[in-house]
């Protein structure tokens, strides 16, 4: 015999997630802010190849052992950005995100609308930023060095001995700088439209706030009638301020 279920036991969608997806439906333009998400804010041990067993079994199959050895990994489309550039086809759209992996430009979108402000693996740059030029693509240098020994590791064409590579405080803005121009483009076409902009923010953590969190919120707290803020993360990085009009969908 089967005991009849309480009302109180259906699930039932957070009123903030059907308040969230309405303001993501009357938007006119979107901005799809994201970041490497939990795992680093958590502190996960990218060498640990234990804590890989663990936590990601279903990428063993591609024989990867660690955090550190999915940097650059040749990844399929995954679910996860296909939905994302199902929404952004939707509206005007822009994507700014602390992510390198090139991930939302695998998966189909505009790499002229999809701005990495500390740049990403597909290009690294000399360690000395000697010149605006002193950076190459991963496949002009794969295709130019046959990277078998340590001597093969790439140095900067002007000799300055520095190694390709990306580098925080030595960054080479220009890197990103056509990007860059087409954000604040964005940014101001959204600001003269006077239209509904939503700022979908996805596990974007407390690092480096400068770049995606605090952006962000100013935004919200400036222009509150045009841009809405969606947050999207977990534990303190699902915190807001609470003068801002927002959603915190933790």
Known sequence: MFKKASIDAVPTVHPLI????SAINEADFLIISAAAGSSASAEFDYTSKELFKTEYQPFLKYNIKTLYATIGFPWPNTPTYQELLKLAKEKQWFVITTNADGFFIKNGLDANKVLTPQGNYSKIQCSKNCSDNSYRSMDELV???SLTKFSDIPKCDNYCFGMNMFLGESFNDSIVKHE???YKAFIQETL???K???ILELLVGLNTP???RWP????NENYPDIFKLIRISKGPSSTIPTDNRQFNCN
Request: aromatic letters at 4%; zero cysteines; hydrophobic letters at 20%.
């Open 180 to 182: 860059k121009t087409n």
């Open 216 to 219: 962000n919120e100013r935004k």
């Open 143 to 145: 295709e130019k060095y």
């Open 196 to 198: 509904k902009v939503v």
């Open 18 to 21: 059907d308040e969230a997806r």
């Open 210 to 212: 400068s770049l995606l």
């Open 192 to 194: 003269n439209s006077g």
